[in-house]
């Protein structure tokens, strides 16, 4: 059964530093999404992704986030400046279109030190 | 704006006992409704979906689900819960499928 895969599956950083957290979803599907979940708190709609372009962001995604779909398999998002607040589990998200349901990847712990 | 409320920060049952876990939501018009599990070290399983029709939805490892408008509510059930279910349980509202909200998740224990 196909998967959203993401790499890596932890990834520590300093803070200040850009990060850049990988994704491939699902090959046949249009959407893209990501999601991110502090530790003990709810998981948060970051942004979603189609034809090449941002669809729809939340407050959270500001001008230190970035998504980019650099080649036809892989999904970015790119954190430029880490704060230690940017802590969480990241989660990549495909659907077939805008209307169907999400398919989630097993998520990149980032921890910010 | 879209909300969902997942009253039961914690459950308990024993195995082979049946389950329902609570989901209200607030959503301005018909909205998308989800159920995703989580077990440790894993993403995000959808379990079933509600996007029009019947209101009495099915989905897998035996679940279903009912969407009552009247009572804004979308709760889970299972008939008889395997020691294999214990997992963290979300519930999750779309306008358009697209930007989901999630609740604050249910775990779920289950006792042998």
């Known amino acids: 059964e196909p998967e959203v895969t993401q790499t890596p599956s932890h990834q520590v950083t300093q803070m200040g530093q850009e990060v850049i957290l990988r994704c491939v979803p699902i090959s046949n599907h249009l959407y893209f999404y990501w999601y991110r979940q502090i530790l003990g708190q709810k998981v948060e709609f970051l942004v979603s992704?189609?034809?090449?372009?941002?669809?729809?962001k939340s407050e959270i995604f500001d001008d230190q986030f970035s998504v980019e779909r650099p080649d036809g398999s892989n999904f970015t998002l790119k954190i430029r400046s880490t704060k230690l607040e940017d802590s969480a589990m990241y989660f990549c998200?495909?659907?077939?279109?805008?209307?169907?349901?999400?398919?989630f990847g097993p998520g990149t712990r980032l921890t910010v030190t | 704006a879209q909300s969902v409320t997942q009253p039961d920060i914690h459950i308990t049952v024993s195995e082979g006992a049946s389950l329902e876990l609570r989901c209200n939501y607030s959503?301005?018009?018909?909205?998308?409704l989800f159920w995703y599990v989580q077990s440790p070290g894993q993403g995000l399983q959808l379990l079933l979906k509600?996007?029009?029709?019947?209101?009495l939805v099915q989905g897998i490892k035996g679940f279903e689900a009912e969407f009552k408008r009247s009572q804004s509510s979308f709760n889970l059930r299972k008939p008889s819960v395997h020691w294999s279910d214990a997992a963290e349980y979300f519930c999750a509202v779309g306008g358009s499928a697209r930007q989901l909200t999630f609740g604050s998740g249910t775990q779920l224990t289950v006792l042998p």
């Open positions: 992704f189609y034809n090449n372009e941002i669809s729809e």
């Open positions: 998200a495909s659907s077939r279109q805008g209307m169907d349901e999400q398919y």
């Open positions: 509600y996007f029009s029709g019947d209101t």
């Open positions: 959503y301005g018009a018909t909205p998308y």
